[in-house]
């Protein structure tokens, strides 16, 4: 598609700061939250998951401040899907001091890809914090999903630094996914 | 594989890599970005109906017992993608510091007194017409620890959504002539001198009612265009 150019000029994004628990998530505060880290609540179909990890810095130390927000389709890979009750598909947590995150849902079905194709299943995200002054983005696949191999936007990723958009299924059966912002292992982060 | 948002407006937007904030330096990725196609996960976004959104919300100097200590102001705009087209029914969230310039945050450690009836977080889903519209108390600089003698202009933080996960943006909204916007590495970290202006809110005597409030505008342009294209209606 041809670009068209656009009539106004975007807002530019700033930093979320390190003050934004009390009206973005804000359960600590006693205010209502938009959403949480519970994204399908237990009538909604499908494979039952959980996903953990840490946001790190470039020194390898835990990112206390940052707020993760997910969007994904249901188990039958619908995104919006309004019949869903208890499901929006959206999800979004506040780092502990540890820099810990996680979130409980259910396993996204296969997602229309480009040229017909079919996308493995993964969840888009958005990485905010402070130090960070626009949003950075990722995806979380599954280890255990052997469409993978033939997803298209993994294939655009170098082979020795795809791993970094897949999380690990544990003995436990939940899903291991760290960021690390900078440095060693760096997660993979997309121009979108 | 293709983009379908236009990509072009994206330089507005400042570089994580920005060293004057000293914050960036170990949390901006090193490794270069890769170019993402957009897919239905991209193109799709959640939508917050109007059980977001509660009575109340939008007036944030009426949230507690009693009316907040500063100076009243309502802060109104439209949500606007890029082709001047209004984003309507979109969830619109602020934060802010009270007048003194103290967050309520529990981590926030500057010595300038927490107001008792200001919690400083509010909501509003746009009208019809893309339309915003809070009524707050203007918001007090506040000192950070970046350099000597930093100080963060006046702002109050927005989270918007818009129609798509591509639309998401958390920015903030300054007042008009802050003499501290020279010296906010945040601020300037916006490489273009007229997209670091449009997060200037405009003072409006219009907006402002008398005996009451003074009013600022302000609007905000997100990524994209109508990206399923309503059918012409035609006649068979």
């Known amino acids: 598609m041809t670009e068209h150019k656009a009539a106004l000029g975007l807002t530019p994004s700033q930093t979320v700061g390190p003050f934004y628990a009390y009206a973005l998530t804000p359960r600590a505060y006693g205010g209502s939250e938009l959403a949480n880290e519970r994204i399908a609540t237990d009538g909604v179909p499908g494979e039952r998951i959980t996903i953990r990890g840490h946001v790190l810095d470039g020194d390898g130390e835990p990112v206390p401040d940052a707020m993760i927000e997910v969007w994904q389709a249901d188990a039958d890979g619908r995104h919006n899907a309004g019949g869903n009750a208890g499901f929006t598909g959206f999800g979004r947590a506040e780092t502990s001091p540890e820099g810990f995150f996680h979130f409980e849902t259910v396993r996204p079905g296969a997602v229309e890809g480009p040229d017909g194709t079919k996308q493995a299943p993964h969840l888009a995200v958005s990485v905010f914090a402070r130090g960070l002054l626009l949003r950075l983005v990722t995806r979380i696949y599954f280890s255990d999903d052997p469409a993978n191999a033939s997803d298209a936007v993994l294939a655009l990723v170098p082979h020795e630094r795809r791993e970094t958009l897949i999380a690990q299924r544990g003995p436990d059966g939940v899903f291991h996914f760290d960021i690390r912002l900078q440095g060693e292992g760096e997660t993979v982060f997309f121009d979108v | 594989m293709s983009l379908i948002y236009p990509h072009d407006g994206l330089k507005a937007h400042p570089l994580n890599a920005s060293p004057a904030y000293t914050s960036t330096l170990k949390?901006?990725?090193?490794?270069?970005?890769?170019?993402?196609?957009?897919?239905?996960?991209?193109?799709?976004?959640?939508?917050?109906?109007?059980?977001?959104?509660?009575?109340?919300?939008?007036?944030?100097?009426?949230?507690?017992?009693?009316?907040?200590?500063?100076?009243?102001?309502?802060?109104?705009?439209?949500?606007?993608?890029?082709?001047?087209?209004?984003?309507?029914?979109?969830?619109?969230?602020?934060?802010?510091?009270?007048?003194?310039?103290?967050?309520?945050?529990?981590?926030?450690?500057?010595?300038?007194?927490?107001?008792?009836?200001?919690?400083?977080?509010?909501?509003?889903?746009?009208?019809?017409?893309?339309?915003?519209?809070?009524?707050?108390?203007?918001?007090?600089?506040?000192?950070?620890?970046?350099?000597?003698?930093?100080?963060?202009?006046?702002?109050?933080?927005?989270?918007?959504?818009?129609?798509?996960?591509?639309?998401?943006?958390?920015?903030?909204?300054?007042?008009?002539?802050?003499?501290?916007?020279?010296?906010?590495?945040?601020?300037?970290?916006?490489?273009?001198?007229?997209?670091?202006?449009?997060?200037?809110?405009?003072?409006?005597?219009?907006?402002?009612?008398?005996?009451?409030?003074?009013?600022?505008?302000?609007?905000?342009?997100?990524?994209?265009?109508?990206?399923?294209?309503?059918?012409?209606?035609?006649?068979?």
């Open chain 2, 27 to 236: 949390r901006a990725p090193s490794q270069p970005l890769i170019l993402l196609p957009h897919t239905l996960s991209e193109i799709s976004g959640p939508a917050f109906g109007h059980r977001a959104v509660q009575a109340g919300d939008s007036d944030l100097t009426l949230q507690h017992g009693g009316e907040p200590l500063g100076e009243r102001i309502i802060v109104t705009g439209r949500v606007l993608d890029e082709d001047g087209r209004p984003v309507p029914h979109t969830l619109v969230e602020i934060w802010q510091a009270n007048a003194a310039g103290r967050y309520v945050h529990l981590r926030d450690q500057h010595p300038a007194p927490l107001d008792p009836n200001f919690t400083g977080a509010g909501r509003a889903m746009t009208d019809a017409e893309g339309r915003y519209r809070f009524v707050t108390i203007k918001p007090g600089a506040y000192p950070w620890r970046n350099h000597h003698n930093a100080w963060r202009p006046a702002h109050i933080h927005f989270s918007l959504f818009g129609s798509s996960f591509l639309s998401r943006v958390i920015t903030q909204m300054y007042f008009p002539g802050d003499p501290l916007f020279a010296y906010d590495p945040i601020f300037q970290s916006i490489p273009d001198a007229k997209a670091r202006e449009r997060l200037i809110s405009r003072f409006d005597i219009d907006t402002t009612e008398p005996e009451w409030a003074l009013g600022y505008q302000f609007d905000i342009v997100l990524r994209g265009r109508d990206a399923t294209p309503l059918e012409e209606p035609h006649d068979d």
